[in-house]
């Protein structure tokens, strides 16, 4: 999940918006307006969309603490968190690597659920000062307001703890039988079936609402099955990934034979010659002996046909000192997540300020496809 709005960073962590948020802002704004229009009509038609601007927006700040949370404990824990996203289901902290251990694991998830209780607990105190006394509609607006942001803040822990991976929940239930095995890998096959589960559960629970007169609820509920569903899915595929690739350097994958080009070479000549003809990716491009810098496909298709014949090599190239390099040692998975910062589909490997070869996603693919064909 890619932010489409930048709000700043906080705490040293960039933090974004979704498009898709600006939907469930502007559903809860309009249910809340609705709610408070039958059980608080005297308090006119500017209070009430004031009230209910005012929830969304600080429903906002608490799914950003609830994230922030998980952040900064996996910060304590040596782990850098690149971004938090919130979407129209909450929010994803996207944190750089898998903790390395139980006790980490479970920290991490369950300080979510937690932060979001205490905010509930503050809010519905908020609201007992406000004058709120167990009533279901407040009569003052900050009551009403806090009350709801309780609940809702108390529902957000709720969901949260459901044991089925990606969720919280799935995280700290993976963090148990990581501790009681020993297995990570174990603990996360296991953790992401019940996901599956969980998530199967949702889907025929909505589908079974929407058939019984539930409507936009029941598919509601049954879309968050999905999303659970998907969810799950790719996040055991992130973590199989890690387990399969955790002991590979840069070294037993990369590519060494690398084709060297001059260049001088215009790119008219190079894609007949070369691209076309051998069927490789990635040129390295010398100069006086020494590499340069380095040509794919990517650097081609930025440039405009009719300039292809005048324009050279070096106008194109990624020059070397541009680009991350990695040494034959460096893990393979770090050489992934660095091709994922920078965008990029290759990484030229040096040592001793001497380019050994070039790394790319496929050589770490294809790797991964040997050892399944293999059975290992
Ligand atoms: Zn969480």
């Known amino acids: 999940m890619r932010s489409n709005i930048r709000l700043g960073r906080f705490f040293g962590i960039e933090v974004g918006l979704h498009y898709s948020w600006f939907l469930i802002a502007f559903l809860i704004t309009m249910s809340l307006a609705a709610q408070f229009r039958e059980t608080n009509a005297s ?23 609830h994230e922030m949370s998980h952040a900064l404990v996996a910060r304590a ?25 139980a006790k980490t694991e479970f920290w991490v998830g369950i300080v979510g659920p937690l932060s979001s209780a205490a905010i509930g607990l503050v809010c519905l105190l908020i ?7 167990g009533a ?73 609402r929407f058939f019984g007169g539930a409507g936009f609820g029941g598919l509601w509920i049954a879309f968050i099955g999905w999303f659970l569903l998907q969810a799950a899915g790719a996040s055991y595929a992130t973590v199989t990934l890690t387990t399969g690739l955790k002991d590979v350097r840069v070294g037993d994958v990369m590519n ?6 001059d260049g001088n070479l215009n790119v008219e000549t190079f894609v ?24 794919t496909p990517h650097e081609i298709k930025g440039l405009e046909r009719q300039r292809w014949p005048y324009t050279t090599l070096y106008d194109v190239m990624r020059p070397l000192d541009q680009l991350h390099t990695v040494t034959p040692a460096t893990p393979v998975m770090e050489a992934l997540e660095t091709m994922g910062r920078d965008d990029v589909n290759q990484l030229p ?10 790394v790319t996603r496929a050589n770490v693919l294809q790797f991964l496809q040997t050892r399944a064909e293999l059975g290992r």
């Open 43 to 65: 308090w006119g038609a500017v209070v009430i969309w004031a009230v209910s601007i005012v929830t969304a927006v600080l429903f906002f700040a608490a799914l950003l603490a």
């Open 77 to 101: 824990h040596g782990l850098t968190t690149r971004a938090i996203t919130l979407f129209a289901l909450g929010g994803v902290a996207q944190i750089e690597k898998e903790p390395a251990d």
């Open 127 to 133: 609201a007992w000062a406000a004058g709120w006394r």
């Open 136 to 208: 279901p509609a407040p009569d003052t607006p900050i009551a009403a307001m806090f009350l709801w942001l309780g609940y809702i803040n108390f529902m957000l822990a709720a969901f949260n703890m459901i044991p089925g991976f990606p969720l919280d929940g799935g995280r700290i239930l993976r963090s148990i039988i990581w501790w009681r095995t020993g297995s990570g890998e174990r603990s996360t096959k296991l953790a992401a079936r019940i996901g599956q589960t969980v998530a199967l559960l949702f889907i025929a629970f909505g589908i079974f």
């Open 256 to 261: 060494r034979d690398c084709t060297p080009v």
């Open 272 to 295: 007949e010659d070369y691209l076309l003809r051998t069927g490789r990716r990635c040129f390295v491009i010398e100069q006086n002996g020494e590499i340069a810098g380095l040509v």
């Open 349 to 358: 490997v040096v040592a001793n300020n001497h380019l050994e070869g070039i």
